[in-house]
C-alpha cells in the first residue's frame, strides 16, 4: 500500500494491531448463511474482508455458517460459492462449513460448565424473555442457575444424548442478569433441536446459537478481524467474552461496519422469494433484482462492482447509495472495453430511392472511438436500412434535428441523406420513410462544407440480424418508494420489463455469446442473456442506458 492512499478506520485498526503486535498477520473470513442468494450488500463484505487479506499479504477464506438447521438450503451453497468466484475472491484451499465444529463446540460448552461459566436451565423460552428483563429494568437470576458442575454436565450430556424434547431444556452462559447489555444477561448458547442437518444429518439434536457459534468458528480458524455489520455492535461483549473464556491463545477480534443499502431496491429475501413465487419476476437472477446472480447475468462486471464498493466507501454511520452509482460504474468500466456497434431496437424502414438496387457497399468504421486496440469492421450498406423508428417524425418539435421531410441528416459513417417523405398503413402508422443519398458524402463527410445537425445509426435490411433486446427499468415505482405504506407489499413499477421482440442488428453481432457486451450505438450497454439467448436467436438485457444524470460525488 502506498503511504499517501488513505485508510478506512478497519485499516487503521489493523495498522495499529500490527504495529502493537497483538496479530502478526492478517486473516479474514466471509460467513453467510447458505439461506438465500447473495445481494449487492453481500458484495461489499466480501470485497471488503478479500481485499483486506490481499492488501496485508494475509488470507481469506470462505465458511458456510450452517449452524442453524431450519433455514439452510443446500441449493444455496453452490450459487454463493459460484458468486463470491465471479467476483474474484480467492479462499483458495480454505472453504469451511460450521458445522465440521459442532464436535469443538460441544467440547467448548462442556469447558464453560467446568468453569461454572454455563448451565443447564428448564426454564421455556417464554420465561427466558420474562426472566430477562428489560432496557430500564435488571434481568432476574435463572432459579436453575445453582446446580452444581456435576449436575450441569450430566444434564447436558442427556441434551446431547436426545433425553429431552426440543425447549424442554437450554445451556445458558452464566455472565451477569444485571447488565446494562441485554446480551450479556446470561444467553442461550445451546438448544435442543431434532432435527435433520444438511451436513451432520442425524448425528445432533442439540445446536449451538449464533453468538456462541460464531466467535469459535473464528477462533478455530485463526481469524485475526472478523468483520461483520453493524447491528452486531451489542453482541461483541459476548464475542469477547466466549474468546476470552475459552482461552484461545490469540482471539479474534470482531470489527462492525455500516451495511450498504441502496435506494429504491429491494434486496430482502422474504420480498424476492414473493417476486419469484408470484411469477413477478424470472427467478432469482432476474435482471431486475440485484443479487449477484442477476446483475452478472444482466451484464454487470465484476470490476463494476468493485469500483461501486469502492466508490461507497467503508464506514460506521448508514447511508443509502444511489442505484445511479452503480450504472455511473458500469459504464466507466465497459465503455473503452465494449465494442459499439449499431443496433436497431424499435426498427421502421428507410429507403434510399437513387441508390441502386443491387448495390452493397462495405463501408469502413472504428469498432470503438475510445480504443483502438479494438480494431475496426466493415458494414454493409445498402439501398434499404432500417432506423429508428424514434429518429423520424412527420411533423418534427423545434430543436428535432433527425429525419423529417426536407431535413438532411447524417448516417452514420456512411452518407448524408434528406429525407422525401413517409409511407404510412391504415392506421396512419409509419411504414417506411423515403429519402436520397448524396453520393459525394461518403464517410459521412460534408462534400462542400455544408453542415447538418442531426447523426443517426442505421442497419442494412438484407444482412440484418434479428435480436430480442430487454429494456429494463426499475422493478420499484420510485416515485412512491419500495414499500406500500398501508399493507406492507412492495410498490411495483409496472413497466420495469419491456420486451423488443424485433430489433435488427449490424452482422457484426452475430455469434454473440451469453455475457458478451457491446455498446449499442447512441442508445446503451447490453449484454447477450445466459438464460435465454440461442445461436438463432439472440436475446439482449439492457445493462445501461447512455445517459446518465448521476454526478460522480468530489473525493477528499
Ligand atoms: P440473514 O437475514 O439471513 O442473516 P444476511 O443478509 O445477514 O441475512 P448472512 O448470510 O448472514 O446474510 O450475511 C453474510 C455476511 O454478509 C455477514 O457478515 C453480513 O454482515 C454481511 N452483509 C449482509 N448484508 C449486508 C449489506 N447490506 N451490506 C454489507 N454487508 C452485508
Ligand atoms: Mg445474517
Given amino acids: 500500500m502506498s503511504e499517501t492512499e488513505s485508510r478506512n478506520f478497519i485499516e487503521s485498526i489493523i495498522d495499529k494491531d500490527l504495529a502493537e503486535g497483538v496479530y502478526d498477520t492478517v486473516h479474514t473470513r466471509f460467513p453467510p448463511e447458505p439461506n438465500g442468494y447473495l445481494h449487492i450488500g453481500h458484495a461489499k463484505s466480501i470485497l471488503l474482508n478479500y481485499g483486506l487479506a490481499q492488501k496485508y499479504g494475509g488470507k481469506f477464506n470462505m465458511r458456510f455458517d450452517d449452524t442453524n438447521p431450519t433455514k439452510e438450503d443446500i441449493e444455496f451453497v453452490e450459487s454463493i460459492k459460484a458468486d463470491i468466484q465471479w467476483l474474484g475472491a480467492d479462499w483458495e484451499d480454505r472453504l469451511f462449513f460450521a458445522s465440521d465444529y459442532f464436535g469443538q463446540m460441544y467440547e467448548a460448552a462442556v469447558k464453560l460448565i467446568k468453569k461454572g461459566k454455563a448451565y443447564v436451565s428448564d426454564l421455556t423460552a417464554e420465561q427466558i424473555k420474562e426472566y430477562r428483563g428489560s432496557l430500564t429494568e435488571p434481568g432476574k437470576e435463572d432459579p436453575f442457575s445453582g446446580r452444581s458442575v456435576e449436575e450441569n454436565l450430566q444434564l447436558f450430556q442427556e441434551m446431547k444424548e436426545g433425553k429431552y424434547a426440543d425447549g424442554e431444556k437450554v445451556l445458558r452462559a452464566r455472565i451477569d442478569m ?28 442439540i445446536y449451538p446459537m449464533y453468538d456462541f457459534a460464531h466467535p469459535i468458528e473464528d477462533a478455530i480458524e485463526g481469524i485475526t478481524h472478523s468483520i461483520c455489520t453493524l447491528e452486531f455492535e451489542d453482541h461483541r461483549p459476548l464475542y469477547d467474552w466466549v474468546v476470552r473464556e475459552l482461552e484461545y491463545p490469540q482471539p479474534p477480534k470482531q470489527i462492525e461496519f455500516a451495511k450498504l443499502y441502496l435506494k429504491n431496491v429491494v434486496t430482502g429475501k422474504r420480498y424476492i422469494k414473493k417476486l419469484v413465487q408470484e411469477g413477478i419476476v424470472d427467478g432469482w437472477d432476474d435482471p431486475r433484482l440485484v443479487s449477484i446472480a442477476a446483475l452478472r447475468r444482466r451484464g454487470f462486471t465484476p470490476e463494476s462492482i468493485r469500483m461501486f464498493v469502492e466508490l461507497c466507501g467503508v464506514s460506521k454511520a448508514n447511508s443509502i447509495a444511489d442505484y445511479a452509482a452503480l450504472e455511473y460504474c458500469i459504464r466507466e468500466d465497459l465503455k473503452a472495453k465494449a465494442p459499439r456497434y449499431m443496433a436497431i431496437i424499435d426498427p421502421v424502414k428507410l429507403i434510399i ?45 423545434k430543436k428535432y434535428f433527425r429525419l423529417f421531410p426536407g431535413n438532411e441528416v447524417r448516417l452514420m459513417n456512411a452518407y448524408f441523406v434528406t429525407c422525401t417523405g413517409c409511407v404510412k398503413d391504415e392506421n396512419g402508422r409509419v411504414t417506411e420513410v423515403h429519402c436520397t443519398y448524396d453520393p459525394a458524402s461518403k464517410g459521412g463527410n460534408s462534400p462542400d462544407g455544408r453542415k447538418v445537425k442531426g447523426t443517426i445509426h442505421w442497419v442494412a435490411a438484407d444482412t440484418a440480424v434479428s435480436a430480442e433486446v430487454r429494456l429494463y427499468e426499475n422493478i420499484i415505482d420510485e416515485e412512491k418508494g ?32 451469453p455475457y458478451d457486451r457491446f455498446q449499442f450505438v447512441r442508445q446503451g450497454f447490453f449484454s447477450v442473456d445466459p438464460k435465454d439467448s440461442t445461436a438463432e436467436k439472440l436475446v439482449f438485457n439492457r445493462i445501461v442506458s447512455l445517459k446518465s444524470s448521476y454526478v460522480l460525488p468530489k473525493q477528499d
Fill in 178 to 205: 444485571a447488565s446494562p447489555n441485554i446480551n450479556m444477561r446470561d444467553p442461550v448458547i445451546y438448544r435442543v433441536a431434532h432435527m435433520t442437518h444438511h451436513n451432520t444429518g442425524d448425528a445432533w439434536c
Fill in 482 to 513: 419500495v414499500y406500500n405504506e398501508e399493507d406492507g407489499s412492495l410498490n411495483l413499477n409496472p413497466n420495469s420489463l419491456t420486451v423488443m421482440k424485433d430489433c435488427k442488428l449490424e452482422p457484426a453481432f452475430a455469434g454473440a455469446e
Fill in 353 to 397: 430511392d437513387n441508390y441502386p438496387e443491387d448495390r452493397t457497399e462495405m463501408l469502413p468504421a472504428g469498432n470503438n472511438p475510445e480504443n483502438e486496440e479494438l480494431g475496426s469492421r466493415e458494414i454493409p450498406f445498402g439501398r434499404e436500412l432500417y432506423i429508428e423508428r424514434e429518429d423520424f417524425m412527420e411533423e418534427p418539435p
